[in-house]
Structure formats: C-alpha cells, structure tokens
C-alpha cells in the first residue's frame, strides 16, 4: 500500500512541453511499473507528442480524451500562469495537483489552496518534486531518472516527508542503504504556504497498514513543525516520528533567508531550537545527523513491536 | 574540423562541415549551442561552449548517415573515449 | 520586502485611511521646511528597516522648525544597529486620546489571512497577546471571498469596542485588509492607530512589507514609491562577495548557481542544494569549521555558472581551499559540476587536487563525474558517505581541526 498515488492513478502533465516537463514525463514513464501519464497540455499545441503522451490546449481536451476522470495533475507552468492552471484542473474535477513550480506569490497559493479544499481535491507543493511509491510510481521529478530513483527508493515500512526535494532523496537513499525501504515518499514543498502540510497527511499515512514509522525533514520558519507536534499529541498516532532539523545556523540570523522562500526566521516561534523543543515534547525524536535517522526509527518501531530489518541486527548508528 | 574544450572535444568532418543544412540542423538540436553557422552557411563550432555538451547525443542522431558518423564528441577526461 | 515607514504610510493613505500630515526629508532643511508647514510641534522620526529606533535615539520630539531641523540633522547621521537612516519622516505631534491596533498576517497553517485588533496599541502585538489576551481579536479571512465589513466588525467588537469607536474603525480595517491583499503584502500593520480627542482615527506609524515574489506585478507602485528593483531590502545590506553572486547566478537561466551570503572564515563553500546546504553549513559549523560562505547550486546549472560559483570563493581573501558537497542530485547533474569547479581551478592557476578538498555529490551522472574528478585526482566521495562525514573531512583537511 502507498498514499496519494499507486500503479493505477491517473495523470496529466500541465506545461508538458517544456524543458524540464519533458524530462519529468520521461522519467515518469520509465519509473517502476510506469506513470499512467493520459495526456498533457500546453495551450496552441494540441495534436503534438511528449514521449507519446497525447497534448492537448485544455484540460477539458484531455479529459474527454480519456473519456473518464482523472486522478491527478503535474503542474509545471511559469508562476504567473500556475493559478489558472490549477483552478482549471480543479474545475475538471482533477483531486491531486502537484505544483512544481517555485515562487508563486502566497496568495495565489492561498487562493488555489482554497478552491481545492472548496472541490474536496488536494494539493501538494508548491515548489515541490512530488512523491514517489517506490519500485511501482513516481508523480513528479522526485528522484531523478529512473535509474537515479532506483538507487535511492526501496519499498519498505518508513513515510518520507520532506521540505526538501532534495533530502527526501538524500534520507530515503540512507534509510535504504540501512535497509528500511519507504511506503511513500512526498516532497511538500520549501514555500511559506503549501498544499499539504506534515500534520494534513499524518493521517493518510496513519490508515495505511504498510507504514510503520515516519521520516521528516523540517527546516526554520513557520509554524508546520509545531502543527504537527500539536497533531500527534491530539491524535494519539500510532506511529514513532523521526524528525531532522536542517539551518540551525539560521536561529543567529533572523530576518534573512536560505535555502527556500519559507525558511526565513522571523519571530521565535519560527526558530530551529524552538521547533526542536516543540517536536520533542510532543515525543518526536529529533535526529543530530542524517545517518542517526534509520537506528533511531527502527529502535522506536521495534519498541512499538514493529519488526525491522535494521532493529533485527541491533541498531546502526 | 576539430575543436578542443577542456573536458569535451567535437570533430566534424570537413565535407559535412561545409553543408549548410546539416550546419543548420546541428544548429537546431544541440541545446548548449556548441553549433552556429558562419555567414556562408558553413559550420562553426563555438569554442567557449564545448564544456557545457551534456552529452545528449542528439549532433550525433542528427547525422546524415548514421554508418559513418559525421560528428564526433570525445571526452577528454575519458582519455578521448568516444560519445556514442 | 520591508518598506520603510513612510513608505508605508503613503500606501495607507493611498488606500483611503486617515494618515497626518507628515513629511520626509533627506536634508535637515527640509525637515524645517516641513515643520514650518505643519506649524506647531513635530516628531523627527529616523526613516530605517529595524527596529527599537526609540531606544537607540532615533525618534526626537522638536517644539520649533528649527528644532526640527537640528534632530534631523543628528538623526540623518545616527546609525541604528548597522543601519544608516534612509532619511527622516517628520510627523505633526498628535494629540492621541487611545492608541490601537490594526494589522494582516499570514497565518500559515490555515493558509489564511488574518486580520488582528486590538484596542491596546503603541506596544509589541504580541506582548499584548501575552498579557491582555481578551483584548486582541483575530479574524481570519477567505482568500477567494472579498473581506466584508461584518468581519471587521466581529473582531472588534471581540475586543470588548463598540459604540462611535467601532462605526469609524470598521471602514480602516476593510481597507487595510484590502491593502494586505491586492499589495501581495506578508504584513500589513498600523500600529499606533490612535484615537483623537475629537474621536477620529488617524494612523500614526504603519508596517508594511510585501512578497518579493510579488514585486513584478507591483511595478507602478514601487516605481511611485521610489523602491528601484537593485532594492533587495534584506535583514542587512548585500556585501559585494554578495552582489558578485547574484552576477553570477544572472549569466544565464540554466539552474541556480548563488544566493551566497557572506561569512567571516575561511572555508570555502560549494555547496547545494536548498535543504542540502543548510544540512551542510549546519555540519560543518558542528565541526568546528568556520565557513566563508554560504551558497546554493540546484536546477542544473551550466558549468559556466558552476564555475564562475567556485571562482567566487575560491579568490576570495582568506579562502585557501574549497569543499563541494551536495545531497544526492537528481537533476542536477555530477559531472556538469564537476567540470565547472575544476575548470574554476585551471583558470586560476590552480591545481583541481590540492584546492577541492572534498567533492562529495553523488546522483545523476555521477560515473561521468566521477572520471573527471579521477583525471584531475580530486577527492570525492559517493553516496555512502554521509554529509556529515564529509562536512568533517573539509573541515579537517581546510582547517586542520581535529573533529
């Protein structure tokens, strides 16, 4: 089992004709049992092919194409046309809209983030690499090429979420060295506002029996880690949290910002040793290094009485 | 005619060199502009973007007959090895 | 993006909310010509992006023009915590009966804005959340619906206002709602707004800061306002190393090779990508290394950027050696960089193995960048060696230090 996406969700490409959409639909296309990748659309190039995926002007064109709904968007568009793209997948009644895109300014964010809660669909990004089963589907450039994915991804019991695409890679690829393969792994985007926080899909990974602990990577600035903190206490999860905090640096450096447009520390609720203190008291363990992470999750799983691989040959840090 | 960068070196035969459309289509597909065209229509390869080739093979897709390649890329890291 | 206040309060007063009759100045003349125009006591107020300018003497209270005229002279040459005034905002002295407060932020997790009241202004929002909680309202707001007047009346009248007080504030929060929203602003604040004796409403100071990623669709104000777009408006001024980066990074649009922040030490960073170079600074300061720089490189850059990257740091004064270091790439490619930091090397002079301590990005194409990392017998790691260790392995090889 998996969250969000599976060998049988459906998908389009918006944007797809350019540069970095046609290595994304190729990668896609060639990762584990191969996207359903239905059409693609770039307004005025209808009748055109992207690695044989059928373009289209609209998403309505794509839609009647495929002559049933759709699951799912990649939206790859410059940020100034992103919210039309949305609001148009979102009006053919498109519910997973993956934005690629970086700098969209907040609002437009808010706004798509709204109409989208609005028509019960959801979204994950922006500035975002999607997510990825690992071995049957990736939805997004999260891992690379195929054969870039493969060396990182491993099916497994771990829930990767990251507000780094880059270190959703980077964890996932020491967690499977370690031999913890992922369930899911999603890339949630480095902006202020995003589609799908770590406390919104907390319970996708809670209903899914494949997953037995999860990974985060979190960063300064905002207020995502404490919702989180705040999620698990209410809820009771039954599931341990790792969680590793990168630009501690930043907490000596308020107002400026690194990394991603979120990642600024603006007041002290938005600083790496507040948010440590947050997640800690809530029982999340926070990891000092990467490589800590699969000995301290693979302990607190085998504490739950989840068997593991890495807990069966006595930790390894 | 042969052009060395640091990393990467293209050779094109002199023939092929000389035909402003195959000039033109090599123009057309490299995407790091290591290809233009001289005012006559010849071939010219721009020096300063032979290390940005990403190695996508597309000069090579593009020749004329496939049996003897046209284009070469070597990669002087690689002790010359050719791209193929 | 930060405004400056009176800035700030031009775009209050745009929006049709009562503001005073204030005036900025560059010269102390002006600021008496103000003075003599508003006729009667003034307030000098230092016209710079930080706080605590009371405290740090930048706010003078002037009976004359020609008092006015000397504070601005002392303000205009006053630094404020590494800031040097813009120019000075000379202000009528308001006789306020009550000040209050108005302001629209972000709210985040509710990817929301929300409109925040409070009948206790002149003083940090947030030391009034903490100690008078009944007194601060908080309302959020639709991103799609327009802001309507019964909001602004329910988070006053949350507050404990009602009366003439409440009729005459719920047209200022409509408006300043509406400014937060069609300016892209992340803040929007009024703060004081102060009641006069007659029982009127007039802004006394305003904080306004809008989405840099907003600015391009805000062209016509910014040019009215002045803000010219070289006006990064950050937490402190860019250092030259630092605009140098940004130069960098505009040579051409492939991938992202800068946002270099300046630092004092010595070790050269090239490092990426966002959450990679955090994780990286963050495990080489563990280290006890002392970092020059920080850096991004993501997106797949050209080797030209690449190396005009590494070129930056490596000639910068104090800088011997650098590190690169990446988490896994996947679309970045490994061997593109490796080309541009080792070609930065050979147009210098430099031997690639003795100034690239470390090369540790493994991903994509990394068996091409391994071969060109062989050639040149640079160092470099794949991906089993974690950032960390190789964060410690630059800063032992840099710096010597034992970690």
């Keep these: 089992m998996s969250i969000l996406i599976d060998a049988q969700t459906t998908f389009i490409v918006q944007g797809i004709t350019g540069r970095e959409a046609v290595n994304l639909t190729r990668e896609c296309l060639d990762y584990g049992a191969g996207a359903k990748i239905v059409g693609g659309v770039t307004p005025g190039r209808l009748g055109r092919e992207v690695h044989g995926v059928p373009v289209f002007d609209t998403v309505a064109q794509a839609v009647a194409h495929h002559g049933a709904a759709i699951d799912g968007s990649v939206v790859t568009v410059p940020p100034a046309f992103t919210k039309d793209a949305v609001f148009e997948a979102i009006e053919n009644g498109i519910k997973l809209i993956v934005i690629v895109t970086e700098r969209i300014p907040r609002r437009d964010v808010a706004q798509m983030v709204e109409l989208a809660t609005l028509r019960g669909a959801r979204i994950i990004g922006p500035n975002c690499l999607g997510m990825i089963v690992p071995d049957v589907v990736k939805m997004g450039g999260i891992g690379g090429p195929a054969r870039n994915a493969a060396q990182a991804y491993t099916p497994g019991p771990i829930g990767v979420i990251s507000r780094s695409g880059g270190m959703t890679t980077e964890m996932s690829s020491t967690l499977s060295a370690a031999g913890l393969g992922q369930s899911t792994a999603v890339s949630i985007g480095g902006d202020a506002i995003i589609g799908s926080t770590y406390a919104e899909l907390m319970p996708l990974f809670e209903a899914d029996p494949q997953t037995q602990g999860i990974v985060i990577y979190t960063e300064p600035g905002g207020r995502m880690e404490a919702e989180l903190a705040r999620w698990v206490t209410e809820n009771e999860s039954r599931l341990p949290i790792v969680a590793f905090m990168a630009g501690r640096f930043m907490d000596e450096m308020p107002g400026m910002s690194f990394g991603h447009a979120g990642t600024i520390v603006e007041g002290k609720a938005d600083t790496a040793s507040e948010k440590i203190a947050r997640l800690a008291e809530a029982g999340i363990t926070v990891a000092e290094r990467i490589e800590d992470i699969p000995g301290l999750i693979a302990e607190q799983m085998q504490a739950r009485g989840t068997p593991t691989t890495a807990a069966a040959q006595g930790g390894l840090s | 005619m042969r052009k060395d960068g640091t990393f990467i070196a293209v050779e094109v035969e002199d023939s092929a060199a000389a035909d402003a459309a195959f000039a033109q289509k090599l123009t057309e597909v490299c995407p790091v502009d290591i290809f233009a065209q001289e005012p006559d229509g010849s071939l010219r390869i721009v020096d300063g973007n032979l290390d940005e080739c990403v190695l996508c093979r597309l000069c090579i897709d593009a020749d004329r007959d496939p049996a003897h390649p046209a284009v070469k890329v070597l990669k002087l890291y690689d002790a010359g090895a050719l791209l193929v | ?403």
């Design chain 3, 1 to 403: 993006m930060r405004f400056f206040e009176y800035e700030a309060r031009e775009i209050v007063k745009r929006a049709g909310i009562p503001v005073t009759d204030f005036g900025f100045a560059t010269e102390p003349s002006q600021a008496r010509e103000i003075a003599q125009r508003i006729g009667g006591p003034t307030v000098v107020k230092s016209q710079v992006l930080t706080g605590g300018r009371m405290k740090a003497g930048g706010v003078k209270f002037a009976d004359t023009p020609e008092e006015a005229e000397a504070y601005a002279r002392d303000i205009l040459a006053l630094e404020i915590k590494g800031h040097m005034p813009r120019g000075v905002l000379i202000d009528p002295k308001a006789e306020v009966a009550q000040e209050y407060y108005a302001g629209v932020v972000w709210d985040g997790p509710r990817k929301q804005p929300v409109m925040i009241f409070s009948p206790v202004g002149g003083i940090d929002i947030e030391q009034v959340a903490e100690e008078q909680p009944d007194k601060v309202g908080r309302r959020h707001f639709s991103n799609i619906l327009p802001f309507s007047e019964f909001m602004a009346k329910e988070v006053i009248a949350s507050t404990g206002v009602t009366g003439g007080a409440l009729n005459k504030l719920v047209p200022i929060l409509t408006r300043l709602a509406k400014v937060f929203v069609e300016n892209d602003m992340t803040l929007a604040e009024i703060n004081p707004l102060g009641q006069l004796a007659d029982g009127s409403f007039v802004a006394l100071d305003a904080h306004m800061d809008m989405e840099n990623e907003a600015r391009g669709r805000h062209a016509k104000l910014l040019a009215d306002l002045g803000v010219g777009s070289e006006e990064t408006r950050q937490a402190r001024e860019a250092t030259p190393f630092e605009i140098a980066g940004e130069e960098v990074d505009a040579q051409d649009h492939r991938g992202v090779a800068g946002n270099v922040t300046e630092f004092d030490g010595n070790l050269g960073l090239v490092i990426g990508a966002g959450g990679g170079s955090l994780t990286l600074f963050d495990a080489v300061r563990a280290h006890g290394g002392k970092p020059a720089n920080y850096c991004e490189i993501g997106g797949n850059p050209s080797v030209a950027k690449a190396c005009g990257l590494a070129k930056l740091v490596l000639t910068k004064p104090g800088v011997d050696q650098i590190a690169v270091m990446m988490s896994i790439v996947s679309n970045t490619r490994v061997d593109i960089v490796a080309r541009g930091v080792i070609k930065a090397c050979l147009e210098l002079g430099y031997d690639p193995a003795r100034k690239i301590a470390i090369f540790r990005i493994p991903g994509a194409w990394e068996e091409e960048g391994f071969k060109i990392l062989e050639k040149y017998g640079v160092e470099y790691a794949d991906r089993s060696v974690s950032l960390n260790e190789a964060a410690r392995r630059a800063v032992e090889k840099i710096q010597g230090v034992a970690a």
